[in-house]
């Protein structure tokens, strides 16, 4: 057990767990932080953020980048609402299916012209806006179906809701692939040397293909158990997802250079941002004090990870001591 | 990311000098095919009936220019090797909103200098994050798009501010022989961009970073100050939009730029600047705005509804990015 929790893989639950304690310290003795509702609001903040950044992370984990999240996100949900209404099932497979399918042909793309993951889902990401567009005619969407609206925020055990359930089950899920077979371990080969893994007979392109679907999966249930939680789908609302996702991702000790995370790790770093804007919230800060903490956040690790950063403090040490000898 | 593309060239180097003419021959073709469909696509567009017409060009005209001065910005960055920058639609923004407050408060050509400023040296400074210690772009650019975005709301309370009446002179709005200024405004910088890309030094180190990042290194180029130079250049061309904008509404709010960052790369890909850096030119772009532009207004003019736009730039781009990989011949 102890080999999980020391080294790289612990450092998502300790910032985690510090988050907690700061928050609660600065709450003080208010009781704003530490209850029900802002567990409440912690989780469904979490439901909302936490499956984009599953599927970004692991796409990151083998050194590509899935722009277009933000575009299937916004989407999915409001195919979901225009098909779903009479038969909310329906719209959700449909868009799973659609998520499932894009994601599929975008990894096919990626693989078979070798083209850089970047460009290719920028396109995806240009066109699933389109969609959005067209398809709600550049409106927001009402969902008629509001039951399954207060079904799925409808509190369970006091702090979980049928979404944020949905969620936690998906990255159980995820979890329990990546330690019990071999995906997992293959996953993380193609990320530190896509060649090496070659050699050693993982099927790279195939293991590519599957992650972009399970990317744009994700990314979809997203945007549908969203849409369908607040009754209503726009088409550019949900378009600032991008930034909590790629943080999310970070946090939860996936490296930008691949190779490196897991899924519970994910959803400590999805749950520390889930945490900090509740909990923010909570504690009376105003809104824009959660931009800049995650933008901190990132342009922090963004730096720390840059491959030239040892370089440069050598470089600046050897100035700084002959500009001191001089 | 960017490694992916400079591990594609690299190998590129090492195959035998046939084969490596072959392809360049083809990338060569490519490009003469892409220069031609884009003659016959605007060749199409002025002939869809009303298009000429004087109020749809004119607006055309306008609009194409904000977003058109943003991707000549985004051509340098992505010339750069660093595919693209999420940061200048927020970036605009803030430059319409600084530039009117220091207009409110110093007058307009200070005001026009502060703008100017606050544009390139917000982009500069990510630039060199970037350029110093390799930090990822697409990263940077997001942290920065989440920390300009949040400084600002805890500055402005108010969305909107405006300029004091008679502090922007008359003479910077409306047209000069009857084309609007913002249209001149954009092609004397798609002209002055183009002249630092193929006449200066810079130029010439900033496509070789693009292309190689380790050869540049090799032969001695700088390359964090040529990055750093990129995105100054970027962010001097992405205020200027700001500042336009601001110009033209007598105020400025910060959801002035959104989702520029996307109109401005599909500017960018369609003019046929490589997304994996190393190739393009800032005139192509100025090609490629008004290609998107025109096939907007022609599906306006055809009676297709506007989201419909959205769509078939989307369309394009994903066409020549998997285009460009044909033509490259990889």
Same mark, same amino acid.
């Given at each position: 057990m102890w080999?999980?929790?020391d ?5 998502p639950f300790a ?12 709450d ?8 029900a509702?802002t567990?409440?609001?912690?989780l ?9 950044t599953?599927?970004l992370?692991l796409t990151?984990m083998?050194?590509?980048f899935?722009l ?6 916004g989407?999915?949900g409001c195919?979901a ?11 959700l497979?449909?868009a799973l299916a659609?998520?499932?399918i894009?994601?599929?042909?975008q ?7 070798h083209?850089a ?5 920028l396109g995806?990401l240009?066109?699933?806006?389109g969609?959005?567009?067209v ?7 009402p969902?008629d179906n509001?039951g ?9 055990g006091?702090?979980f809701?049928?979404?944020g ?12 692939i990546?330690?019990w077979?071999r995906?997992?371990?293959?996953i993380?080969a193609?990320g530190?040397d ?6 050693t ?8 293909i599957g992650?972009?679907a ?7 249930l997203?945007?549908v158990?969203l ?13 600032d997802v991008?930034?909590?996702?790629a943080?999310?991702a ?8 691949g190779g490196?995370?897991?899924?519970l790790?994910?959803?400590a770093g ?6 900090l ?6 504690v ?17 690790v963004a730096v ?13 040490r050897r100035w700084a001591?002959?500009?001191?000898g001089a | 990311m ?10 590129a ?5 046939d084969p490596?003419r072959a392809?360049f021959?083809r ?11 884009i003659?016959?696509l ?7 009936p009303g ?8 607006s055309?005209l306008?609009t194409?220019?904000?977003i058109g001065?943003v991707?000549i ?7 750069s ?5 999420f940061a200048?639609g927020?970036t605009?923004?803030?430059?319409a909103?600084?530039?009117i ?5 110093? $007058?307009? $050509?200070?005001?026009?200098?502060v ?9 500069g400074l990510?630039?060199l994050?970037?350029g110093?210690?390799r930090a ?6 997001i942290a920065a798009l989440?920390?300009?975005y949040?400084v600002?709301q805890a500055?402005t ?5 405006y300029a ?5 002179p008359a003479s910077v709005k409306g047209?000069?022989?009857?084309i609007?200024?913002e249209?001149i405004?954009f092609?004397?910088?798609a002209?002055?961009a183009q002249l ?12 070789m970073?693009g292309?190689?990042?380790r050869?540049a ?9 040529t990055v750093?130079?990129a ?11 700001g ?6 509404y007598d105020s400025a709010?910060m959801?002035?730029?959104?989702a ?11 003019? $046929?600047?490589?997304? $994996?850096g ?5 005139l ?5 705005a008004?290609?998107?532009?025109s ?5 306006l003019?055809q ?6 736009q ?5 369309l394009?781009v ?6 460009q ?6």
């Open positions: 080999r999980y929790l080294g790289p893989h612990a450092r910032v985690l767990a510090a988050c907690i304690m700061l928050l609660a310290l600065v003080g003795d208010n009781g704003r932080f530490l209850s509702a567990a409440y609001s912690t469904q903040t979490f439901a909302t953020i936490s499956l984009v599953l599927g992370g990151m083998i050194r590509e899935d277009s999240v933000v575009g299937m996100y989407m999915a195919i609402v225009l098909t779903g209404t009479h038969y909310p099932w329906f719209g497979w449909f659609v998520g499932l894009a994601g599929i042909v990894g096919f793309i990626i693989v078979r012209l083209l993951s970047v460009g290719v889902t995806g240009l066109v699933f806006i969609i959005a567009f398809l709600t005619e550049s409106r927001s969407l969902y509001l399954v609206a207060l079904l799925l925020n409808e509190r369970v006091g702090i809701s049928i979404r359930i949905v969620a936690l089950v998906f990255f159980a899920g995820a979890a329990a990546f330690a077979t995906l997992g371990r293959d993380i193609i530190s896509r060649r090496a893994a070659m050699t007979g993982v099927k790279v392109d195939t293991l590519i992650i972009f399970f990317s744009g999966l994700c990314a979809a997203s945007g158990l849409s369908y939680s607040l009754a209503s789908a726009s088409p550019a609302g949900l378009s991008i930034a909590p996702a943080a999310g970070i946090l939860g000790g996936v490296s930008l250079g490196s995370g897991r899924p790790g994910i959803a999805a749950l520390t941002l889930a945490v804007r509740s909990g923010l919230n909570a009376g800060a105003p809104p824009f004090v959660n931009d800049i903490t995650m933008g901190a956040v990132l342009l922090t720390l990870d840059g491959p030239y950063l040892a370089r440069r403090l050598i470089e600046a001591r002959r500009a001191l | 960017t490694e992916r593309s400079t591990a594609g060239a690299d190998s180097g090492s195959v035998a000098a490596l392809r021959d990338a060569r073709v490519f490009s003469w095919a892409q220069t031609i469909g003659v016959v605007l060749a199409i567009i002025f002939a869809t298009f000429l017409a004087g109020p749809s060009i004119l055309l306008t194409v220019s904000f001065c991707a910005g985004m051509t340098l960055i992505t010339i090797g660093n595919i693209m920058s200048l927020a605009v923004g803030v430059t909103m600084v530039f407050l220091a207009v409110n408060w110093l $007058g307009f $050509g200070p005001g026009l200098v703008g100017l400023l606050i544009g390139s040296l917000l982009t990510q630039g994050l970037i110093w210690v990822n772009p697409i990263i940077v650019s989440a920390l300009i949040g600002t500055f309370e108010k969305g909107t501010i004091d009446p008679g502090t922007v047209k000069i022989a009857g609007p200024i249209f405004v092609l004397l910088s002209v002055v630092i890309l193929s006449a200066t030094r810079f130029g010439r180190n900033l496509f970073v292309s190689s990042f050869a290194e090799a032969v001695g180029v700088s390359t964090w100050r750093t130079g995105y100054l250049w970027a962010g001097f061309f992405t205020s200027l939009a500042i336009m904008l601001a110009i033209r709010n959801d002035y730029g959104v520029y960052d996307y109109d401005a790369i599909a500017a960018v890909l369609v003019g $046929g600047t490589a997304i $994996g190393g190739q393009g030119s800032a192509r772009t100025l090609a490629g008004m290609v998107i532009a096939v907007q207004v022609m599906l003019l009676g297709l509804r506007q989201e419909w959205y769509l078939a730039a989307g394009i994903l066409a020549v990015i998997i285009l990989a044909r033509g490259s011949g990889r």
